[in-house]
């Protein structure tokens, strides 16, 4: 761990970044703003998606105009046959949206979890949106099942449960009340669209918004 790093930082976006508001590029430069580097090397995990490769050229279109250094993981195409290595040597890993269910398969089988868990615990700050937001957290509400949303226990990095899109889907807020109300869910945090949830720790620190 560098020393100038602090130590477990998690930013979960409810939506927004440069896949939903590429006019509006505050909550990626905000993440970019929590290293300590003038050009903190910042990686996209596109998982969620498939590794889908429209969503990577996205990613490097808007990050290539921001003082950094992108690169992406594939799990489709890795890097290396030592992620480990390549993943402790980001100052920012950036998860994209999709399907969180397959992500978090995909992860485990790959060994991502506790890489990402070592990740975090050195000081590499995890940050994401959507799938992204939900995976840090115990559990999360999801539309991984086709025609609903459920519940999903994720990584748990994170204590409690996390919906994402909270004003954004009309389906949401509905779906996390009942959740909550019939104790499917744990208590956790909603998160609006172009909403950053800053943790330290486990201590939600600080609350953003690209939007007024």
């Known amino acids: 761990m560098t020393a100038n790093r602090v130590s477990k930082q998690i930013i979960a976006m409810g939506g927004g970044g440069f896949s939903m508001e590429p006019e509006n590029p505050l909550l990626d430069m905000y993440i970019l703003g929590q290293s300590q580097k003038e050009r903190p090397k910042i990686c996209f995990i596109p998982t969620a998606s498939g590794d889908s490769d429209r969503y990577i050229v996205r990613f490097y279109s808007a990050f290539v105009k921001l003082s950094c250094t992108p690169s992406h993981l594939s799990l489709f195409q890795p890097p290396t046959a030592d992620l480990r290595s390549f993943v402790l040597e980001q100052d920012i890993i950036y998860v994209g949206g999709g399907n969180t269910k397959n992500l978090i398969t995909l992860w485990k089988e790959w060994g991502l979890d506790k890489i990402f868990r070592e990740a975090w615990e050195s000081g590499v700050i995890l940050s994401g949106l959507s799938a992204g937001s939900i ?55 909603a998160a609006d669209d172009g909403v950053g949830l800053h943790f330290i720790g486990n201590t939600l620190e600080k609350i953003v918004s690209s939007r007024l």
């Open 135 to 189: 995976c840090w957290f115990e559990e999360g509400v999801t539309d991984s099942i086709p025609g609903q949303l459920t519940k999903l226990k994720c990584l748990g990095f994170l204590k409690g449960s996390n919906c994402p899109h909270y004003d954004g889907e009309p389906e949401r807020k509905p779906s996390y009340h009942r959740l909550l109300s019939e104790g499917l869910i744990s208590e956790g945090y």
